[in-house]
């Protein structure tokens, strides 16, 4: 007699996976298979197309309950092959168990690691404002990889208590005499319209690069007032683009888009253009993160399809993809460090993730009714997370004691778009339907703000914080202080 290895119980439709050889109910196996994707036992990949039908004696009827035999039978004794099976599946079951207790001590590890580098203590597990789980993902990243990730976490780690912003640096005092500098008009389509996304050339301050709702990838410079490339290839909307510049490689354009793909492209020095070098095509769901990690060798992606995926620039090969989270992803941002992935849900939880093992170190909850997080900004010195707690007002999480620091109401009638910290972290900026704002971090005083912008998508500091980029309609608009 077959047991299905979903209900315990004899199945009525019995399959045998042809990959682990387990017996399941059909009904059983094909909704976890819809749900999951893989082997509920082993947690291999698992397709319909993998199972096999058992053909049972049509002469043999399913066995009677207890309750309908005549009279009372003691249970027969287990095969050998029953209990050979029995201690194979309790021995595996304990192997599971035993990697699942390490990852999440990595996790736990890894966030108080990034506590304890910046002076202070983990902070309690029993807070009103953070929800510890027993819960990871069942993969980790190859060795070689996590030996990067470790390097550099050590490395920046180390320097953060020493670090202060470059000379010249903007001031708050700086920022508030900020004044309109320059309006970059028609860049895009105009149907449809609109930006969602801009990134900033730190080799050459003058270019940047913008995703559009036309999906067109454009890199402008702003000091010739010229397109320098038109990049297609998205059939949708591209939510985020990035740059990755590295001594000794060449520039990396990158963009992630509502179509489910993320596209790569490469400086060429020959021709000077921008090439094709990879089309990723993991998720399954509209792409809502893409973060270059402080190694410079990864890129990180999130989607609506409730995961997240690393790549690496070698060779642009996935060398991660998260398990199914219970909700869909919906932003995404690594912390300075590289050892932590903060991600925003639907529910308005933003989750905690160790980047090495995928494992869920911590969940930030922040009070009221639930909303979508779209934003996330790690201060660079990395003390505090930047989010929004409702639509309309922005939260600094202590990462040393995992509460928030202070909430800042924008009025009732403001939706936050984007969030960001400036470089020196002594300032961070909002932008909305109703302009960009500018905020002052420990006396949250409002330095400054912008309405004209009206409905600001993206938000950057640039040229040592002295100008604030943002998107809005067709337009880049710029900052600054007066010359």
Not at 120 to 137: L, R, W
Not at 205 to 230: C, E, H, M, W
Request: charged share 20%; glycine share 6%; with cysteine.
């Amino acid at each position: 007699m077959f047991f299905c290895g979903i209900s315990g119980e004899p199945p009525q439709d019995p399959v045998v996976s042809a990959k682990s050889g387990h017996v399941y109910d059909r009904r059983l196996i094909l909704k976890y298979i819809n749900d999951n994707g893989t082997d509920p036992l082993t947690g291999e990949k698992l397709e319909e197309s993998d199972l096999l039908a058992i053909k049972a004696n049509p002469k043999a009827a399913p066995p009677r309950p207890p309750t309908a035999t005549s009279y009372p039978r003691p249970p027969p004794y287990p095969s050998k092959r029953e209990l050979s099976y029995a201690l194979y599946a309790q021995d595996a079951a304990s192997r599971v168990v035993a990697r699942l207790i390490r990852e999440r001590d990595a996790a736990r590890e890894a966030l108080a690691n990034v506590q304890a580098s910046m002076g202070i203590s983990p902070a309690p597990t029993n807070g009103p404002d953070v929800e510890m789980t027993e819960e990871t993902p069942p993969a980790a990243l190859p060795k070689h990889v996590v030996d990067q990730i470790e390097e550099t976490q050590h490395s920046l780690s180390a320097t953060r208590k020493k670090r202060k912003a470059p000379a010249g640096y903007a001031t708050a005092v700086e920022v508030k005499t900020f004044v309109a500098k320059q309006t970059i008009p028609s860049l895009h389509s105009a149907s449809p319209t609109g930006m969602n996304s801009i990134a900033i050339s730190r080799a050459n301050p003058s270019q940047f690069l913008t995703g559009g709702n036309d999906k067109i990838v454009q890199l402008y410079d702003r000091s010739t007032d010229k397109v320098l490339a038109s990049l297609k290839g998205h059939t949708k909307k591209v939510n985020h683009v990035a740059f990755r510049e590295r001594d000794g490689d060449p520039t990396l354009l990158f963009s992630a888009g509502a179509d489910k793909i993320a596209k790569i492209w490469s400086h060429d020095s020959t021709s000077g253009e921008y090439l094709p070098k990879a089309t990723i095509k993991t998720h399954k769901g509209d792409l809502t993160g893409l973060v270059i990690h402080p190694t410079s060798t990864l890129v990180a992606y999130s989607s609506l399809d409730k995961t997240y995926s690393l790549h690496d620039l070698s060779d642009f090969s996935q060398v991660y993809h998260s398990a199914p989270a219970d909700e869909p992803i919906t932003s995404l941002a690594i912390h300075p460090d590289g050892a932590l992935l903060a991600l925003g849900t639907p529910s308005s939880k933003i989750q905690i993730t160790d980047v090495r093992t995928g494992a869920l170190a911590a969940t930030i909850s922040p009070e009221g009714a639930p909303f979508s997080v779209h934003t996330l900004s790690f201060s660079e010195n990395g003390y505090h997370l930047l989010s929004p707690d409702s639509p309309s007002s922005v939260a600094i999480w202590d990462l040393r004691k995992m509460t928030a620091a202070h909430s800042i109401s924008l009025g009732d009638t403001f939706k936050v778009n984007k969030v960001v910290y400036d470089y020196s972290a002594n300032f961070f900026g909002v932008a909305g339907n109703e302009g960009v704002r500018v905020f002052a971090h420990k006396s949250w005083e409002e330095l400054v703000r912008f309405e004209e912008a009206g409905d600001a998508t993206d938000l950057v500091f640039s040229n040592h914080g002295k100008e604030l980029w943002a998107t809005s309609g067709r337009e880049v608009r710029i900052w600054g202080v007066p010359e």
